[in-house]
């Protein structure tokens, strides 16, 4: 018996083609149903009025026993002679197919199952297409309900040869084509008489016999950064092994920062070693102070990912939302995340008969390609080159809209084109750097951007705040919208442009102080989107964004300073809540609601955020 | 250790940095028996040494008494910052459910007291997918409403280690960092890294405890199994189910999921 290898095995195909009923049988002929458990489900079969129903092992809900359907995906644990496994059942339904992901996206292997009976069908062909997203290159084709056909080899062709064309062109293998009847139990754990014309072994053997060696990437390494922990006095960066082994002398390129470093030391609780392989977590110490996020990319220095911002991506959508172009999503890849957008809909893809769709509106569970575009540069590989860096996930909100994988040939690779441009500018180089001034504050530099309505409190907050942290020895400082339309800006109005450039002379700004290592926070009712999306790129690593929330009604209650008076008499003209627009923010860092919460409350949860966000470690 | 408790292992760890780094305000569920030994000690492994984050003991006052040792020696041992929640009395409870379903809801309004206390946005609990069929479908991260109840026909996607972590402020987490270990991968990573544990799992007199509950509601199981080796030896070939001696799971044919969707472990 092997124990260092436990397969995770996942069935997939057309709702009602028998997946549960499958592995339910397999677990019986195993004899790894329990007395008790065997009891339990004759119980409820016989409540239903059923005959014995192996399906009810793994369709534990009450609803997909009474609507004899699988809901959402399970995985149940049983071993053969040679080995350990977990069964993946996921559901067929069409309404279910993020079920379906979730259970077989972490698969070794796959089944497709097949009603040999009813033939091919829609689910049939779009669980193909999904597998070849999720990475399968190879599947093992169950043909069930063999009895129903009478063990019938002139049917069983007719339907074998229709899915394994389907299957070449998706350029999936078929690993073996096995006729089986998960009721009657041909061909599951041993060889059926019936089907004497069927020449391959059993599930059982050919299961055993599957090997799920994995591609070996080598000096790929890929470490994405997935935390940052102060360890007594150490600075430890924690994160996995994506791909290929990291060693204790090797010197790392972290992306996008474009920074080389050498490795310190490895840590691992409670002892450590010098290498580290694929799939293992460690820490890392670094020879030398440099910055480093979440989400960045560290890679031995000849062998890096590519670094993006525009790029393709095979999808398959999950929300009842359709795709809109050139709205934000935010894209989490390992564990970075990002705001992206979508510039272009290339294909919508009817898996029926591979062609591309005439109505490019992707909706729920259509599978597209997409051509993505990002402010900021995220380090990614080709999925077809390693695949853990060259997925990703989208979401929209709180709701994850899509999964998609990464096609990097047709946009050029950043890191290329930025050292190219870098060559004609030779930067000075100062003495006392960004990293120089942290270590010597204890924090980092910040922008903390306060938008919010006249009256929202954003001035209130700001002023305790920036007491707080300064009690703290914080180098910290409030640029106030109203200030600075005393000096600086004085020259603008309140029209629309001058509004964008009185925004962008205050981020200008904030970005200097920023250099200078401090915090900066900005009171200013920034009223559009695109403006601070704008202030955001600046510098978009240390940028927060927070959302002073109070109705008009309740700011103009307030009226700290008589304009709302002002602006509803017209006396005041473009006064944004009344005679002017106020975009809310979609996606803020942080909502400090001062119509709920008291002020002190809201000056706490600032300062918590902030200290949390911007101390060194 | 073998590669399969090393994967085992670094699944684990992965989810508990990820937890910390993504929910705001978390704590972890300990209720003393040797699935949560076992996740305490990965998340050592996460966090170097010193949890950053509270531990949750929900007291039935029912444990047994070799709980309660354990218990005070281990939260000084291990350096715990230990929350020790208590749950409200019976008649409290819905009176429709059996007695022990019953005798068990009293964990999951113990357990949604602290929640409301303290406003964690995160709890890690140490359940698995090979103990019952609705946890068998379980997400790694799975959203409870305020009043804690599981939407078991709505789960969100979970794929490629992403999750969702944007949930209105009402929401909180439930975190399954053993999801995908068994009852025999917990024993041999027992043995492994050798944690302790309660030793009601050993057998005296021909019984031994598999899993361990409120006393009135829980009970041993025929075995002779009386260290690690011969506990791994004997679930390689037993047929009885880890949970038999678990009342509650006896009572009805829905009442577990009753229970679960309604916020319980």
């Given at each position: 018996?092997d124990?260092?290898q ?29 007395e ?10 016989t ?47 069409k ?21 040999v ?31 129903k ?42 060889k ?11 599930v ?46 090797d010197?790392?390129?972290?992306l ?9 030391t490895l ?15 460690l ?44 709205k ?40 597209c ?9 995220i ?30 040939k ?24 960004e ?13 903390i ?18 007491k ?35 925004i962008?002379r ?12 401090f915090?900066?926070i900005?009171?200013l ?22 959302y ?42 942080l ?8 002020v ?18 | 250790?073998?590669?399969?408790l090393i994967?085992?292992e ?15 305000n ?89 929640l ?15 103990e ?15 009043s ?7 789960q ?87 949970r038999?001696g678990?009342?509650?799971d ?8 009753n229970?679960?969707t309604?916020?319980y472990?």
């Amino acid at each position: 018996m092997d124990e260092s290898q436990t397969p995770r095995v996942v069935t997939v195909g057309h709702v009602d083609h028998g997946k549960s009923s499958f592995i339910g049988r397999l677990m019986y002929e195993l004899g790894q149903v329990t007395e008790e458990k065997f009891q339990e489900l004759k119980n409820i079969s016989t409540k239903r009025g059923m005959e014995f129903e192996f399906a009810f092992l793994l369709d534990a809900l009450q609803d997909e026993r009474n609507q004899g359907i699988t809901i959402d995906t399970t995985q149940i644990f049983f071993k053969t002679e040679k080995r350990n496994y977990i069964f993946i059942d996921a559901p067929g339904h069409k309404e279910f197919i993020k079920n379906m992901i979730t259970g077989a996206s972490s698969a070794d292997i796959a089944f497709l199952i097949v009603d040999v009976e009813e033939g091919v069908k829609e689910q049939t062909k779009k669980h193909a297409y999904l597998l070849k997203i999720l990475g399968f290159e190879r599947v093992i084709v169950l043909y069930n309900k063999v009895d129903k056909i009478k063990y019938s080899q002139e049917k069983f062709d007719r339907v074998n040869k229709e899915l394994e064309s389907y299957l070449s062109k998706l350029e999936i293998k078929v690993h073996s084509s096995i006729p089986i009847s998960a009721k009657n139990g041909d061909n599951i754990s041993k060889k059926s008489q019936k089907t004497d014309w069927y020449l391959g072994g059993s599930v059982i053997d050919i299961l055993d016999g599957f090997s799920i060696d994995k591609k070996d990437y080598k000096d790929e390494l890929r470490f994405p950064v997935q935390d940052i922990y102060k360890v007594g006095d150490k600075r430890v960066i924690v994160g996995r092994v994506e791909s290929g082994k990291i060693t204790n002398d090797d010197t790392l390129l972290f992306l996008p920062t474009n920074q080389i470093v050498k490795i310190k030391t490895l840590e691992s609780w409670p002892s450590s070693k010098t290498e580290y392989n694929q799939g293992e977590c460690l820490g890392i110490t670094l020879d030398e102070q440099i910055f480093v996020d979440v989400g960045n990319v560290a890679s031995r220095p000849e062998k890096p990912p590519k670094l993006m911002n525009r790029f393709e991506a095979n999808i398959f959508w999950l929300s009842q939302k359709k795709v809109k172009l050139n709205k934000k999503y935010d894209m989490k890849i390992n564990t970075g995340q990002y705001q992206v957008s979508i510039n272009e809909i290339k294909k919508v893809i009817d898996t029926n008969d591979l062609q591309s769709k005439k109505n490019y509106d992707v909706t729920k569970n259509d599978i597209c390609e997409l051509v993505f575009h990002s402010s900021q540069l995220i380090p990614m590989d080709n999925y077809s080159d390693i695949k853990s860096t060259g997925r990703f996930c989208l979401l929209d909100e709180n709701e994850i809209v899509a999964g998609g994988i990464l096609n990097l040939k047709n946009f050029p690779d950043q890191k290329e084109v930025l050292s190219k441009s870098k060559k004609n500018i030779i930067p000075e180089e100062f003495y006392v750097s960004e990293i120089d001034r942290s270590v010597m504050l204890k924090h980092r530099p910040g922008i903390i951007w306060l938008t919010g309505l006249s009256g929202s409190g954003k001035s209130t907050i700001a002023k305790g705040v920036e007491k707080k942290l300064f009690s703290d020895n914080c180098n910290v400082f409030s640029l106030d919208g109203d200030n600075l339309r005393l000096g600086l800006n004085k020259d603008l109005s309140f029209s629309p442009e001058d509004r964008t450039e009185n925004i962008r002379r205050t981020a200008e700004v904030a970005k200097l102080f920023s250099q200078a290592g401090f915090l900066v926070i900005v009171s200013l009712i920034s009223p559009y989107r695109s403006e601070r999306r704008k202030a955001r790129d600046i510098r978009p690593e240390i940028f927060r964004l927070i959302y002073t929330k109070a109705s008009v009604d309740i700011c103009s209650k307030r009226d700290v300073k008589g304009l709302y008076a002002k602006a509803k008499s017209g006396e005041i003209k473009s006064f944004t809540g009344i005679s002017s627009p106020y975009e809310e923010p979609q996606k803020p860092d942080l909502v400090i609601n001062t119509a709920k919460e008291q002020v002190h409350e809201s000056i706490e949860r600032l300062y918590n955020f902030i200290k949390k966000e911007f101390s060194f470690s | 250790m073998d590669n399969h408790l090393i994967k085992l292992e670094n699944e684990s760890i992965y989810i508990f940095r990820q937890s910390y780094r993504s929910i705001k305000n978390i704590a972890m569920l300990w209720s003393l028996g040797k699935d949560s030994n076992v996740m305490m000690w990965l998340a050592f492994k996460a966090f170097f040494g010193k949890l950053p984050f509270p531990v949750v003991h929900v007291d039935t006052k029912k444990k047994f008494k070799e709980m309660y040792e354990f218990r005070n020696i281990y939260e000084k041992k291990w350096n715990l910052n230990l929350i020790k929640g208590n749950c409200p009395d019976i008649k409290e409870i819905d009176p429709s459910l059996p007695p022990a379903a019953r005798s068990a809801a009293r964990k999951t309004a113990g357990l949604k007291k602290i929640l409301d206390k303290y406003k964690f946005k995160g709890v890690i609990a140490g359940i698995r997918r090979d103990e019952q069929g609705t946890r068998a479908k379980e997400r790694i991260f799975s959203p409870r409403d305020e009043s804690g109840k599981w939407d078991i026909k709505n789960q969100p996607p979970e794929f490629w280690d992403q999750s969702n972590f944007n949930y209105p402020d009402s929401v909180h987490i439930r975190i399954h960092p053993l999801l995908g270990w068994t009852e025999i991968d917990i024993w041999r990573y027992i043995k492994a890294q050798k944690i302790p544990i309660v030793d009601l799992y050993f057998s005296k007199n021909g019984k031994r405890y598999r899993s361990l509950g409120d006393k009135d509601i829980t009970f041993p199981v025929k075995s002779n199994a009386s260290n690690i080796d011969e506990i791994i030896e004997e679930l390689k070939i037993t047929k009885v189910s880890e949970r038999s001696g678990r009342a509650m799971d006896h009572e009805r044919e829905d009442i577990f999921e009753n229970l679960r969707t309604k916020g319980y472990m």
